[in-house]
């Protein structure tokens, strides 16, 4: 298949475009900046906020699913809701438009826990009222409402998944559950790290092979299975010293302390503590594979391989 995936530079990008090589699919992985060529993949520089732009290429590629991952994460947007506001509300429709016009056949949708506010259920179902505190989780609400429109309006088949926080080898771009990865990350490179996030702050998070398999599983199945658009799907969800707890198994000796900072705090408190993701499990099978612990035991040796081969993976 013909793939087009926008953002895709990003933390999930970085991971999904070398799982679409490997099934075998035409890889077209756009970004702000172009990237080092990947076999298998081609790279081409595109800003989502430019309607022309993203008409022209999805009418050059033609792909049969697009992937759409370009967004300005939680904490970012915070400090510049204006550049959330353009690529998270604005590219995402010039991104369905375009799908729209040259009848793209599938539309994958990456929405967030940002979208939920204080007060829900917990674990917290797909169906509750959006009342989300940031500008990125009101343009991921908006986002998810503008894919049902456009999958009942004009027939585009959009679907998504709700992440958690995403916790991989690789630096993350400026969202509030990064305080996770950045224990592990300081914590082999300096010994510790000092918690932007309370000791007892507790939402959920999920390890990256299991993000990129959501995301392959959900656009593989067939569309009479799928009763919804947008799906929660769930791993674990520890308390911040519990996260530091099973980083220290793995690193001897390392040292977690904790200086809340006052926004990404706010944003954190702000969010469920758990999902609730049996749709997604009745209607295609989803099912996490990691857990905190054996995501540490995976994770360890590949930041320890990437800080030795020299990788900035510093925040
Ligand atoms: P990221 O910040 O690492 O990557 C986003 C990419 O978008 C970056 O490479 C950036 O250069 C690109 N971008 C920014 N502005 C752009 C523009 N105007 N045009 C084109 N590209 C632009 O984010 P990620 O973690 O890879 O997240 C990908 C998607 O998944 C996002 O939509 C995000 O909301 C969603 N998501 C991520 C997480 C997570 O924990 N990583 C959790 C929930 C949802
Ligand atoms: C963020 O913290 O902004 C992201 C997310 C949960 O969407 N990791």
């Not at 799982?19 to 992985?29: I, K, W």
């Not at 510790?192 to 995301?215: C, I, K, N, Q």
């Not at 996260?243 to 926004?263: E, F, H, K, M, Q």
Request: proline share 8%.
């Amino acid at each position: 298949m013909n793939i087009l995936l926008t953002g895709a530079g990003g933390q999930i990008g970085a991971d999904l475009v070398s799982a679409l090589v490997a099934e075998g699919h035409r890889v077209v992985a756009t970004d702000l900046r172009p990237q080092p060529e990947r076999p298998g993949a081609t790279w081409k520089q595109l800003d989502v906020t430019h309607a022309g732009d993203v008409d022209a290429i999805i009418h050059d590629v033609r792909p049969d699913v697009v992937y759409h991952l370009a967004a300005i994460l939680s904490a970012s947007g915070e400090r510049n809701p204006t550049l959330a506001y353009e690529v998270n509300q604005t590219g995402t429709w010039h991104l369905l438009e375009a799908c729209r016009r040259h009848a793209v056949p599938r539309f994958i949708y990456t929405s967030s826990i940002a979208v939920y506010g204080p007060g829900l259920p917990d674990p917290c179902p797909d169906d509750v009222p959006l009342h989300p505190t940031t500008m990125y989780g009101v343009t991921k609400a908006s986002g998810e409402m503008l894919c049902e429109y456009y999958a009942k309006k004009h027939g585009l088949d959009c679907r998504g998944v709700r992440f958690p926080g995403l916790i991989s080898a690789s630096l993350p771009g400026g969202g509030s559950t990064d305080y996770a990865l950045f224990m592990y990350v300081d914590g082999i490179r300096r010994g510790g790290y000092e918690s932007f996030a309370r000791a007892d702050t507790r939402v959920p998070l999920m390890y990256m092979p299991d993000g990129v398999r959501a995301l392959l599983e959900l656009a593989a199945a067939p569309r009479e299975r799928l009763a919804r658009t947008i799906y929660n799907i769930a791993a674990f969800s520890p308390r911040a010293d519990e996260i530091a707890a099973s980083v220290a198994r793995a690193v001897p000796g390392v040292t977690i302390t904790y200086a809340p900072d006052p926004l990404r705090q706010s944003i954190l408190d702000s969010w469920p503590r758990a999902l609730d993701d049996r749709n997604a499990r009745a209607d295609w099978g989803w099912r996490p594979r990691y857990t905190l612990d054996a995501m540490t035991d995976d994770l360890v040796p590949k930041i320890r391989a990437l800080l030795a081969g020299g990788a900035n993976l510093a925040h």
